[in-house]
């Protein structure tokens, strides 16, 4: 019998799953991070998001006047992005790519990646493929931010042992998400956790049951510190936490600064 629809096929509905309607916040906190890791304002700057997804972050930054690009694995994603960003404006560029190997002509000021898509890198040649093809997008001075999980969290709280669901509406679509549907405890040796999420969407009087595979690595700030610096292609310039309304980190920010190489 075969398997239920993925839910990147459909990128409103992820979207409407997935990603939180206000990012304001988190998009002045990572211009934050950029300023007090550069030491300059960054009023206008070119921005790359590694695994843009629906674009919804690049968006937002270009509402603020930056000059954005990104690219994407899924065909679907990369085309509901870049009709998203012609709405907003002509000030970008978008394209399908892998995170382990890409390549773009323009050189950016920052680059990013975030929803924890960092994660996907399971091995440690994965890891430094991608850092490579960052090193190279970048200018001279040019910092890549990522967004991570905060690593107590899989100690306090380790998957398979939590129940994760949630609802979220837009207009006449819900999509009700099961996280924690099929679950894995985590792999120490390999820091990995993997599972399967559920998806049930009603769009008007369509129903839709649709299904998320994922694996993720989980990276510990140590670890994060020599992987870049052994790279040779950053150095670890900090991180800084994000809390949520229990007062208690939930999300990081880590970043690299671009090293010279020799």
């Known amino acids: 019998m075969p398997g239920k629809e993925h839910i ?50 690049l ?9 954005v690009s990104g690219y994407d694995l899924s065909s679907q994603m990369v085309k509901f992005a870049e009709e998203k960003l012609k709405k907003t404006g002509k000030n970008f ?8 190997d890409f390549a773009t002509e323009e050189k950016f000021d920052l680059a990013i990646c975030l929803n924890g898509s960092f994660q996907y890198l399971i091995e440690n040649d994965e890891v ?9 997008s970048l200018t001279e001075e040019g910092l890549y931010i990522i967004s991570l999980p905060w690593p107590a969290t899989f100690i306090d709280q380790p998957p398979g042992r939590i129940e994760a669901k949630w609802k979220n509406t837009r207009k006449e679509v819900e999509v009700e998400v099961d996280w924690t549907y099929q679950q894995e405890e985590i792999d120490w040796e390999n820091q990995t956790f993997s599972g399967l999420a559920q998806i049930k969407v009603t769009d008007g009087q369509k129903k839709k049951d649709l299904e998320m595979a994922y694996k993720y ?14 790279s040779g292609f950053f150095s670890f310039a900090g991180f800084f936490k994000e809390y949520g309304k229990s007062g208690k980190p939930i999300t990081i920010k880590v970043v690299f600064k671009k090293s010279k190489l020799i």
């Open 217 to 230: 690595r989980l990276f510990f700030i140590q670890e994060l510190k020599a992987i870049s610096q052994l």
């Open 128 to 136: 430094l493929s991608h850092l490579k093809c960052v090193y190279n």
């Open 93 to 100: 560029s978008v394209f399908k790519g892998d995170l382990r």
């Open 8 to 57: 990147y096929s459909y990128p409103l509905y992820y979207e409407i799953g997935f990603v939180n309607d206000n990012l304001t916040g988190e998009i002045e906190f990572i211009l934050d991070c950029y300023k007090a890791c550069s030491g300059k304002k960054g009023e206008k700057l070119k921005i790359l998001d590694n695994g843009m997804g629906t674009g919804s972050y």
């Open 59 to 67: 968006a937002q930054f270009m509402e603020k006047g930056h000059y």
